[in-house]
């Protein structure tokens, strides 16, 4: 029993709801965890994963209680000990770190201070010693210049360094165990491979314990050494990780592996279909209404944990020796649907020169001729072809959203031209005709914030109908509304729900067919599937291609993940620092040459795959504005040229002829080529 | 499209409830707020019907019966002319309460609207509006009220517009912050990409979502309000004598406060609980809303 470090057994936690009925949130979940191990905890949202790490630390949200079952920490029931015993342990021997980094420092105080504080909060040492574990940690974290760092404010920080800091506070008490909610979800891919790194480091450096729970695959891949799979408040598969992901033996496993996109292949992968219901609401196994598997026996009776392997890999479900049998990797490939559609020769949007600023010279910048700073975004030059789907993709601050958004008429630019078809899109939106307005839609990244919660999806539909075609009457603009829920796959009773009472999924399609009921040309989706669950994301997909095939719709998408863009452009455009690095079709972009940013941005993506290892630059931090001159890329450059690159503006190489493929690179193509073939 | 099959067996487990039937649901749980809404109604009754039910006519005086106390025949005695002090209690709220109502309203609509459309334009606009706002609030609220009437007179009319715009003006302060925490938000963006008209953003996006913070505000207004009219009436400025006034009476009988207290006590009684049931019913209507909590999804 001495190497088990944390031990739940049978935990139950619920609430009751305001019709008095009881409510599981976790239901019977076992799991141990060894010392130095680190266990990933995945699931889709809403199956208590959170619930989970917070009971881990003795807390309970208000109102919930538990229901049975303990948890012992190092051999201490957490559940029996007292306030103060609690507030002992926490920091001292368990540390959370929040998914948001930057909203858990405190605004107004220097970093190092609130690390000092944390220091001083464990260890009763002096001041000058704090101070100096305090600069010690800051080093482990790997933040540069550690004295600099330490003077300053939270919001003077990147949101990578934010994070850094909040590992940093974390490690202070020296805990024994780390509980991390989603500490990566929101940062850039490059930044993301960086910290999982650090954290992979701390583990073996420290010998800490780890819980790192997450809804991404490919980072549970890269951190944990064993997998437990949640699914509406239930463990239901628990494996090392090498058996969970080449082996899944339960039929929900096997869904989410399905449902990723992967940088390999293109198309849109197999989604999910279905939610997970509410915790003990169903008689037999929760998943089985989603379970290509099921039979009778799993809508009747709830499954046990079955032992596949001494490892030990534990699964609950009835039907396991079939799964396992089925072979996996050859689905996997059989799934992967490629997106037909037709692109036209004639172009929807052109760009041309457009150069972007948020900069505005005040009286005194123009007296003093104060030098302009360099503009957000400069020398773009694109064509968007009707019917296609473009991905723009880079890091936060890349500006593809300013880009979307001088396109939707939000921002103004500062030069150059935007045109659709024979209508100028340099105006503003209020100054544009009312048609050219309909023909461009946007739809946003979270659908939380892009619905208003006082209306239901009835008014939610209304309102470009009502803007757009004033002539429909009543009963015609409802008909239309159902019309448009049944295009993105909802039931006509959605209308009358509000935003609160859908799921995430729900939302997004009823953002989408918000946009749709504008009968748009251009619809301009900006990270639309990155607040969604895997599941989630690629029926979201797969209904974006369904529906661009009905009209021809042209697409512009931004992303961040390079995976779903494989998934489901035609062409990419790799933007840094609002300049084009590269402009190719998603085949061209995927394989060598690549410019090297692009290089960069592959190699940070992580692969749903334990063996897989990101390949890293050494000093990798964003900038926050591009270099006055020369290449964007210069800084961060592992191939830059000392003189060349910082001084001249890179020329545009062709691959096929001017329309064709093409990279800004000071480096010549055949030389790219070699250097990454290798 | 199995995925529509999927969707269409679970919409019975959610029923689909507004905003206004969950507040209710949540405002009848509160005992306070309870209290505050019976105490609002019966106030609201008695000033519909008192005129026909009051043992006395609260006009007539009497020399003979000045400065009783209270007795079987006159429940809380009678003022130093002789009227009957519970007949003038019950019917004396009429004229506050029809001025502050519709005053209230008038201040909601246009403080409200005026605050959203500062908060959605922000700018230069809204940095000059919210000076003049600023400044007009450092003076004392009697002043204002106490300029503008012996400026237009006394009558009733003046008197609503008066109290609308001057408590108006807080409100604008408090619509524009409630605004400023909506008006950053995507579907903001999205009704301005999609080239909404500003009026259309204002009452369409971002009434609706202030709505329950001007709510509140309003009722907390109204009750600031009855202590404004009261006051005017106080000093002289309210309703003209002989018409039974909460505040006028309690100014004519303060002298007899030693030999016949509930002259001043009558008035007192009917204010105060008309005050503390507006505020325990706002309170509790402000937690009904959710104004004091995180807004979630319901669960």
Known sequence: MNDIFVNIENLSIGYFNKRGMLIHVLKNVSLQIKPGETLGLVGESGCGKSTLGQAMMGYLRSGSRVLGGSIHFSGQDMFALSVRQLESIRGNKIALIPQNAGKSLTPTMRVGKQIIEAIQLNADISKDLAKRQMLDLLSKVRLPHPEVMSERYPHELSGGQQQRVVVAMALAGKPEMLILDEPTTGLDVTTQAHILELLRDIVTELGTAMMYISHDLGVIARVSHRVALMYAGEIVEDAPVTEIFRSPAHPYARGLLESIPRLTLAGIPNSMPGQPPIPGTLPGCSFAPRCSFATDICSSEPPEFDTISQAPHLVRCHHWKKVVTTDFSQELVRVYQAVEHKIEEDPAIELSDVEITYHRPGLIDRLSRTPTPTATVSDFTLTVRRGETLALVGESGSGKSTIVKTISGLLSAKSGCIRFAACDLMVKVDDRPMDLCRQVQLIFQNPDASLNPRHTVAEILDQPLKLYFPKMTRDERRERQIELLERVRLDGRYRLRYPGQMSGGEKQRVAIARAFAAEPEVVLCDEVTSALDVSVQAAVLDLLADLQKERNTTYIYIAHDLAVVRAIADRVVVLYQGRICEVGTVDEIYSPPYHPYTETLMGAVLVPDPDAKPKLLASDTPELSPPAQGCAFQRRCPKCIPNLCVTVTPPWQYAHGVDGYKIRCHIPLHELLVDQVN | ?299
């Open chain 2, 1 to 299: 499209m199995a995925i529509t099959a999927q969707v269409a067996e679970q919409p019975a487990i959610i029923k689909s409830r507004s905003p206004l039937a969950e507040t209710w649901d949540n405002l009848r749980r509160s005992s306070a707020g309870m209290i505050g809404l019976s105490l609002i109604v019966i106030h609201l009754i008695i000033a519909l019907t008192s005129p026909y039910w009051v043992p006395y006519d609260p006009l007539e005086m009497n020399a003979k019966i000045a400065n009783q106390t209270p007795s079987l025949e006159h429940l809380m005695g009678t003022d130093k002319l002789g009227r009957d002090v519970f007949s003038r209690s019950m019917v004396g709220g009429r004229v506050s309460l029809v001025v502050t109502i519709l005053a209230t309203i008038i201040a909601v609509t246009w403080g409200g609207l005026t605050g959203i459309l500062l908060g959605f334009l922000g700018g230069r606009a809204d940095e000059i509006c919210m000076r003049f706002v600023d400044a007009f609030l450092s003076i004392p609220w009697l002043l204002i009220l106490l300029l503008i009437v012996s400026i237009l007179g006394t009558e009733m009319w003046v008197q609503i517009f008066t109290f609308g715009f001057t408590y108006g003006v807080s409100t604008i302060r408090i619509a524009r912050a409630a605004t400023l925490d909506h008006v950053t938000n995507d579907y903001i963006l999205a009704a301005r990409a999609r080239g909404e008209h500003k009026w259309t953003i204002v009452t369409r996006e971002l009434l609706p979502n202030v709505l329950d913070v001007l709510l509140v505000d309003g009722a907390m207004n109204w009750s600031w309000m009855l202590l404004g009219f009261t006051s005017l009436s106080f000093l002289g400025f309210g309703v003209p004598p002989p018409t039974p006034d909460w505040g006028l009476m309690i100014a004519q009988n303060r002298q007899i406060l030693a030999i016949q207290p509930w002259a001043v006590f009558g008035p007192v009684i009917m204010l105060s609980t008309l005050i503390i049931g507006i505020n325990l019913f706002a309170d509790a209507f402000a937690k009904a809303l959710g104004l004091d909590r995180s807004q979630g999804a319901p669960v």
